[in-house]
């Protein structure tokens, strides 16, 4: 009588803070995103880090945490990283992956209202930019909500260096016969005292909700654009201002390039005859996980990998 087949027992990968524990070999002090993930290869948590190996060092004991959160150490089996050389940046990324992958331990961010949001508000002449907590009953552009209140307030300081919004209060700003000291500093394009046109600051406006979204190269092309003619007019002053911006953007551009060291990091598209595929290789030690996209997210891809395509 022939022998039953026995197939040897599946066995667990390993879990918790030991395996987490393992990463910190590689990591380095850069701020970044991290994601936790199951034995199933499901997103468990997204995250921002100001220092990635800091962040990371505090999953790496089951002590001090709450409930929820030593659960998730518990259940993590890999984890995957994006480099970034701003916080700015890791601060968006992070938003957009926990819009996008809604994993299950970052419930409370995605409900909780007291996280702040950016908010561009459309429902006055000249649109503030400010962080908004609460619920969303303001008219305007919001994107966010993020975990760190500091981090979206050294954004909005870069933002408005950028686009020259005004993040006064409608009453200031009705008070206002004179530009106030954000003016003076460049921070503000003043259009409570008329120097600047509504048609004009609206522009500024959709510029930093396409900034935002991730349309940076458009943005520059257009300031570019509008710098020769300002040139070729003689106007200088305007010129001079548009030029500045560039310059700005063009700062923020070179510290937003994700893992520019080479491909041990980074995102890579496939193209496939089936639709598009994400592969993500963060470290070398790392294994490389791959998870189909949706066409929509083609737009994110570019952005995170600075190229055409």
């Known amino acids: 009588m022939p022998e039953a087949n026995q197939n040897p027992p ?26 936790m993930l199951d034995k199933h290869g499901t997103v468990l948590y997204v995250g921002k880090a100001r220092n990635l190996k800091n962040r ?42 926990i819009k996008k992958m809604k994993p299950r331990y970052n419930v409370l961010l995605r409900d909780d209202k007291s996280f702040p949001s950016i908010l561009i508000r459309t429902d006055h002449e000249a649109p503030q930019i400010i962080k908004h907590r609460g619920k969303r009953k303001q008219k305007g552009h919001y ?7 500091g981090a979206v ?10 686009f020259l919004l005004r993040d006064c209060s409608d009453s200031q700003y009705e008070s206002r016969t004179r530009p106030c000291l954000q003016y003076q500093i460049k921070r503000c394009s003043a259009p409570c005292t008329g120097k600047i046109s509504p048609t004009d600051y609206q522009h500024l406006v959709k510029d930093a909700k396409n900034f935002l979204e991730g349309k940076s190269t ?45 491909f041990e990091e980074g ?38 990998l600075k190229v055409r395509f």
Do not use: C, W
Request: charged residues 15%.
């Open 56 to 97: 990371v060092q505090n999953y790496t004991r089951l002590k001090g945490h709450s409930n929820r959160i030593a659960r998730m150490i518990s259940a993590t089996t890999a984890m995957e990283f994006v480099v970034t050389n701003t916080e700015s940046e890791a601060l968006l990324l992070e938003a957009t992956y």
């Open 218 to 262: 458009t943005i520059q092309k257009k300031l570019h654009e509008q710098m020769q003619v300002a040139s070729k007019a003689q106007n200088y002053e305007e010129a001079a201002l548009l030029r500045d911006r560039i310059s700005a953007l063009t700062q923020v551009q070179s510290q937003q390039t994700i893992s520019p060291t080479g």
């Open 267 to 304: 995102d890579v598209l496939l193209s496939t005859p089936k639709g598009a595929q994400l592969a993500s290789r963060y470290f070398s030690s790392a294994p490389a996980r791959i998870g189909a996209i949706e066409p929509t997210s083609l737009v994110l891809i570019r952005a995170i």
């Open 10 to 35: 599946t066995q667990e990968p390993q879990a918790g803070p030991e395996v987490i524990k393992s990463y910190l070999k590689t990591l380095g002090s850069s701020p970044g995103v991290y994601r």
């Open 143 to 149: 994107f966010g909500p993020f975990a760190s209140a």
């Open 153 to 162: 307030n050294r954004t909005l300081n870069t933002l408005q260096h950028l």
